[in-house]
Every structure is written in C-alpha cells, then in structure tokens.
T-cell receptor, first 113, second 112 residues
C-alpha cells in the first residue's frame, strides 16, 4: 500500500518556467512533510519542509503548498534553472507513528535552457 | 553531507555471501536509518535505530539485520546476499523523530 503518491513521474520545463510536483497522502497522522532533491550519484538533500499548521512555506525559489483537507501538498520552483534538473522526492512522517520517512516514488525534472 | 560517512561506496558480492555496510556520523544524532533506493520505488526504510542497542524494523526488513553499539556507528548486514538485494543503500540521521533527516552519499551494492 503506497501511502504517499507522487506525480508526475517525469517533467520537462523550459528555463524560467514553474514546475509543480504534487503529492497526496493517505495517513491522516502524518504531520511532517519534507521535500528532497537528489542529483545522480548523490544522496537525497533536504530542500524544504512543512508542518500542517501552515498552508504555504517559501525558501528562496522553492515553495510548498499544503492542503490538509485534501491531504495533498506540492512543490513549486520559481524561475527554474537548468541546475534545478534533478529527481525530487516528497515524504511524510508522523510523531505518533513508526519512525522514519515514507517517500513518494520521485519526479525526474529536466529544465531545458 | 551533515557529517555522515558510508562505507564502502561500491561493492560487488556473490549470492549467498554475507555483507556489512557501515554508516558513521559525527553529529551525535540519536536516530539513524537505513533505506534502500530502487528504480520505481523511491526510498524504502529497512531498519532504524533510536539509540545505542535500540533498533526496530522498517518496511522492507526481511533479509537484513542491524546493530548499533556506539552512537556514531550503525551497521547493516545482509546475512546471505541475494540478487534482489542489489540496490543503492542510504544511511540517514536525525536529532529526533519526525524532524529533519540528513542522508549520506550512498553505497551501491551489486549481488551477482
């Protein structure tokens, strides 16, 4: 049973565009939602994270939008650059549940010059 | 990389042999995790530790065991490696549950 569903699987955007990656979760106990960025041959790097008490969080060009009632959250990348080309993973965890993060399957993002 | 070192970085081993992967941290974080990453599956939790000698199973723990005798080291052992355990293995650390987790560079394991 996949608890975090991520879409799309792959995405191609022109430089300067705004790629949007979506995630939906099933477990209402989830209360921590991070996004990770991964380059080939490297480990995932924490990009930005949100908790359900806010609907939006911005860090630089990266924004998380969170919809608690719909059990969905998304990542937006403003003014995207070719250097943003990477695989992005959403994840979720809960304080009251098992330890560790439950990950989506990832989105391979390509920003074309 | 948040003071996390995984070793070895690459390993090729034969089916049926034991394999141990090591994760070493210099951050004194309480929590340590082992994940595996496979195409089409994202990252899946194998085992985790919440303190010295305190460990528990994750989503895909069958065929794996772990040990943590010191705060800084978390070992993952494949008692008898199988081809289905060919994967990239990542160690992660966090100071508390349900908070920021930082990943190592990974170990690429091939079982032939």
């Amino acid at each position: 049973q996949q608890q975090v569903k991520q879409s799309p699987q792959s995405l191609i955007v022109q430089k300067g565009g705004i790629p949007i990656i979506n995630c939906a979760y099933e477990n209402t106990a989830f209360d921590y939602f991070p996004w990770y960025q991964q380059f080939p041959g490297k480990g995932p790097a924490l990009l930005i994270a949100i908790r359900p008490d806010v609907s939006e969080k911005k860090e630089g060009r990266f924004t998380i939008s969170f919809n608690k009632s719909a059990k969905q959250f998304s990542l937006h990348i403003m003014d995207s650059q070719p250097g943003d080309s990477a695989t992005y993973f959403c994840a979720a965890s809960s304080r009251g549940g098992a330890d560790g993060l439950t990950f989506g399957k990832g989105t391979h993002l390509i920003i074309q010059p | 990389d948040a003071g996390i070192t995984q070793s070895p970085r690459h390993k090729v081993t034969e089916t049926g042999t034991p394999v141990t992967l090591r994760c070493h941290q210099t951050e004194n974080h309480r929590y340590m995790y082992w994940y595996r990453q496979d195409p089409g599956h994202g990252l899946r939790l194998i085992h985790y530790s919440y303190g010295v000698k305190d460990t528990d199973k994750g989503e895909v723990s069958d065929g794996y065991s772990v040990s943590r005798s010191k705060t800084e080291d978390f070992l993952l052992t494949l008692e008898s490696a199988t081809s289905s355990q060919t994967s990239v293995y990542f160690c992660a650390i966090s100071s508390d549950r349900n908070t920021e987790a930082f990943f190592g560079q990974g170990t690429r394991l091939t079982v032939v």
